[in-house]
């Protein structure tokens, strides 16, 4: 079970490598819809193919049965002529003709079977796809120009005479005269000629008086159908109502037409003939109730079929293969930088920040490699400046570890140096000395960096206690904080650097009593604690310099700055209000720390920025 699952999360689409994912989608994409254009194109190409084909041959077919239809309707209008001709109409009365005698009527001087005969020559003259005119009368005498009967034969017994007085006058196709005993002088053969009847009909009495029968040839119809081809070896082909052949080729593909073929007056339709198989589209005339039908394999249909798909499926093929190529070198154009980028944030991963991505590329994986790089060098500088600011945190606390032993053991002392000045009534001494001694009590603070802001203030006037007695009126302080900021906590020995500074550099260098003014206040919920005096200030190049090393306090170009000044001896100064604002970036954040305001004769302003912490433990900045 657990080789299963692994199995199935590995054919996740997500878990695949990229390469893949880009291979599948472009595939997907190029040769998906090649194959479906293919497809479409192959069954659109068919269809109108097969539509065309089916559109033309039935075009053709209605030219054939059009000219059929011309020619049969030619026969029609001469039998409608010949029946209204007065020697026909007295022939078909029954009124013999007597061949010696002349013809009054006619009032050339032949006989009138003769001049029915010439009128009936007359037609056959015009229409050259006649090929004989017959005239039968009630009695069975007839009259012809080309044909003739055997002896003995009556004609009103023939199938034709009676399938023509059957009809009252309607002209009639009876096709091929097959079994008929009327022959030509031309010598026809039955299946060379088609035959048309009709009968004349008296109109008052409505009695058929007689029949008229017309051969046309089966050239006619053989030419217009002959020429039209289907294919290699399609053609056209007639049938009348009964499934007859009136045309077809020498070698016909069908040669019988199955029974009931024929549903509707116009449609397709297919048969197996000898195992192949034919497609059919038939069309029937209404006119003379042929029906003209195209045959042709279908095979041979589908052969142009065949070719059109062959070229589509040999597009597709190609298409695909392009696709396949193109989807292989993008996605190895793709992956393998990002492979190797993939690489290179593996190595870094592992602590190796000094791999760098030197592809030139200006695509998005150029960007990403380039930001990459921009990354690791911005880490690397983070990583330094971590450890500089580690370093000088540790020397900070060793420094102060090694402050508060010197002050541990001078506490001791002055405090039995206080005690013995009190027992011999040297009350200043005693005075002084314990000043100092809480001077040096408040300093060591049981080891703690962070202290009540009122024990700051007590150790702050416990040093100027001390300096008052030094300078006696030279001196002068004041201290205003408002109560409740009493109880807050600030860092220790945050103001003795800043009262050095003002007695030592201020007050002492200025001429008269100098003022000290110390003030604590809230502000925009953080803690200010200024040192005022009016003492001789600063120049304006040393406040800069001032102020510039107190800005770079956490970074290397202070320690590049301290080792430039150790050369040239002057190390060492202002290292106390750099001590305070090292420890209160380091404790606070860049946010707070010192401001110096400072002019010559102006005296100095010094502001540390504190945040308010109403807790023994520094809060998290």
């Given amino acids: 079970m ?18 893949y994912k880009l291979i599948i989608h472009f595939l997907l994409i190029s040769i998906l819809p090649s194959i479906g254009l293919g497809l479409l194109i192959g069954w659109t190409v068919d269809r109108i193919v097969e539509e065309q084909s089916t559109e033309n041959t039935m075009q ?24 209204f001709d007065p020697g026909v109409q007295k022939f078909l009365k029954g009124e013999p003709p007597v061949p010696a005698q002349p013809d009054p009527a006619a009032g050339n001087g032949e006989s009138a079977e003769y001049n029915i005969r010439k009128f009936l020559q007359g037609f056959t003259t015009l229409s050259s796809e006649i090929a004989g005119i017959m005239l039968v009368n009630r009695e069975g005498d007839f009259i012809s120009n080309e044909m003739y009967t055997r002896s003995g034969t009556r004609l009103t017994e023939e199938t034709w005479y009676k399938q023509a007085a059957e009809n009252k006058g309607i002209f009639l196709i009876v096709g091929h005269p097959y079994g008929r005993a009327v022959r030509s002088h031309v010598d026809y053969k039955e299946s060379e000629v088609v035959s048309a009847v009709r009968a004349i009909v008296n109109p008052e009495t409505q009695v058929v008086q007689g029949v008229v029968l017309v051969d046309l040839k089966l050239r006619v119809i053989a030419e217009t159908a002959r020429d039209v081809t289907l294919g290699k070896t399609g053609y056209l082909t007639v049938v009348d109502n009964r499934g007859e052949m009136i045309y077809a080729p020498q070698h016909p593909l069908m040669r019988t037409i199955p029974a009931g073929l024929f549903t509707e007056s116009s449609g397709i339709t297919s048969e197996t003939v000898d195992g192949r198989k034919l497609q059919l589209i038939y069309r029937t005339s209404p006119f003379t109730g042929w029906t003209t039908m195209g045959v042709f394999p279908m095979d041979e249909s589908a052969y142009g079929i065949r070719e059109i798909t ?58 990403l490699g380039r930001s990459f790089n921009t990354m690791l060098a911005q880490i690397g500088r983070l990583l330094s400046l971590t450890e500089l600011q580690a370093r000088q945190k540790r020397e900070a606390e060793l420094r102060s570890l090694q402050a508060h032993i010197k002050p541990h053991f001078l506490y001791n002392t002055l405090d039995t140096i206080h005690w013995m000045a009190r027992s011999k009534g040297a009350e200043d001494i005693a005075e002084v ?23 700051e203030l007590e150790h702050i006037v ?28 600030v860092l ?45 200030g600063m120049s304006e190049d040393k406040l800069k310099e001032l102020r510039g090393r107190l800005e770079a306090v956490g970074t290397e170009e202070l320690e590049r700055t301290e080792t430039e000044m150790a050369g040239t001896g002057s190390a060492g100064s202002g290292y106390g209000i750099l001590n305070v604002q090292a420890r209160i970036r380091l404790t606070y954040g860049a946010p707070y720390g010192i401001g110096i305001e400072s002019g010559p004769g102006q005296g100095t302003l010094v502001t540390v920025r504190h945040p308010v912490v109403r807790e023994s433990y520094p809060e998290k900045y």
């Fill in 60 to 83: 053709l077919i209605r030219k054939v049965n059009t000219a059929i239809e011309s020619d049969v309707e030619n026969l029609q209008k001469i039998t409608y002529l010949i029946s």
């Fill in 462 to 489: 416990s040093y100027l206690k001390i300096q008052h007695v030094r300078y006696s009126t030279k001196l002068t302080y004041s201290i205003e904080v408002e109560p409740h900021l009493q109880e807050l906590y």
């Fill in 310 to 367: 062959f070229n589509v499926v040999t597009f597709v093929f190609v298409v695909c293969m392009l696709g396949m190529t193109a989807s292989f070198y993008l996605a190895y154009s793709i992956s393998r930088p990002i492979g190797q980028l993939a690489s290179f944030m593996s190595k870094a991963q592992s602590g190796d920040l000094t791999i760098r991505y030197w592809g030139r590329r200006s695509d998005e994986i150029g960007l």
């Fill in 492 to 536: 220790k020995l945050l103001l003795q650097p800043m009262v050095e500074n003002a007695i030592y550099h201020g007050i002492k260098e200025r001429r008269g009593p100098g003022h000290l003014y110390i003030a604590v206040m809230e502000r925009d919920n953080d803690l200010y604690l200024t040192v005022r005096d009016d003492g001789a």
């Fill in 2 to 19: 657990r080789k299963s699952g692994v199995s199935m999360e590995k054919l996740k689409l997500n878990n695949m490598p990229i390469r």
């Fill in 433 to 455: 000395v314990q000043s100092l001694s809480r001077l040096f009590r408040l300093g060591l603070s049981k080891g703690s960096d962070i202290i009540p802001l009122s024990d």
